[in-house]
């Protein structure tokens, strides 16, 4: 059903995970996406893969600028980019803080920032950001992956509030484990954990809604994990 037809995406992150679950999505329900990542990738139908870092807001910037050239206008972000460093205070470095930091906090912002006179352009639009449970239920060696979602959560909810009335929704969305590469590695989660496809279809149904609702902050569990 091609319920996106003529709409244009961008996803953050978009070479694996969840993120390359996203881009699947939106591209089977008929939008053009632009997918970035460090590392790039392949085009596929209707999907331009662009090599940007989050980090530095001039690549936020130009792949932002790839999807209104390549395909005429930006009508939905996803920040889905992000990594994990997991490591006690003391022993974390300076460097694995910072890139904690700058790709699940700053990047979000370098992207938001590029994009809003954009989605104001086409009438409204859409930003989803990928937080996590891990913004509510911090653990230790946890500090700077829980404190990049835990503000990123704070950051949606302000955003949301100052574009709400250009028509632009924002909406955050906390998984819980999910079975992919990220952190610590998908074997232990193998069997319980949510499918990158699960927090695919919570955006497809986030977009799916009347514009007079916004559903802001989603929490998204395995149902069934194993009992501690
Ligand atoms: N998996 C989980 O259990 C889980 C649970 C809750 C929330 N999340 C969140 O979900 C999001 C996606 O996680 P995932 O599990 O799909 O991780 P993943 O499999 O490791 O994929 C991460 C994606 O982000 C890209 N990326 C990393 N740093 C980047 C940067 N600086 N600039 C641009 N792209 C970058 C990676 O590509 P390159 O390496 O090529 O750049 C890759 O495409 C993250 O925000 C994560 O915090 C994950």
Redesign the pocket.
């Known amino acids: 059903m091609s319920i996106l037809a003529g709409r244009v995406a961008l996803v953050?992150?978009?070479?694996?995970?969840?993120?390359?679950a996203i881009v699947r999505a939106l591209a089977d329900a008929g939008a053009s996406v632009v997918s970035?990542?460090?590392?790039?990738g392949r085009d596929a139908d209707r999907v331009r893969q662009v090599k940007?870092?989050?980090?530095n807001a001039d690549?936020a910037a130009r792949a932002v600028e790839e999807a209104v050239t390549s395909f005429g206008g930006l009508d939905i972000l996803v920040n889905?980019?992000?990594?994990?460093a997991f490591a006690t205070v003391a022993d974390m470095s300076i460097d694995e803080w910072r890139?904690v930091i700058?790709?699940?906090l700053s990047?979000v912002f370098y992207c938001c920032h590029a994009a809003i006179p954009h989605l104001r352009r086409r009438g409204g639009g859409w930003i989803i950001n990928?937080?996590?449970?891990?913004s509510r239920n911090p653990f230790a060696g946890g500090a700077a992956?829980c404190a990049s979602?835990a503000a990123l959560n704070q950051f949606s909810e302000a955003l949301m509030q100052e574009v709400r009335h250009d028509d632009i929704r924002v909406s955050y969305v906390?998984?819980?484990?999910?079975?992919?590469?990220?952190?610590r590695g998908?074997t232990a989660?193998s069997g319980w954990?949510?499918t990158?496809e699960d927090?695919a279809q919570v955006v497809m149904d986030l977009l799916a809604m009347p514009a007079r609702s916004l559903p802001s902050r989603v929490e998204l569990r395995p149902s069934k994990p194993p009992k501690k």
Do not use: C, E, H, W
């Open positions: 953050t992150g978009g070479s694996k995970g969840i993120g390359a970035t990542s460090r590392s790039g940007a870092d989050v980090r690549d889905n980019a992000g990594v994990g890139q700058d790709t699940n990047g990928i937080s996590s449970l891990a992956y979602k906390m998984p819980g484990s999910v079975a992919t590469d990220f952190g998908s989660k954990a949510l990158a927090v």
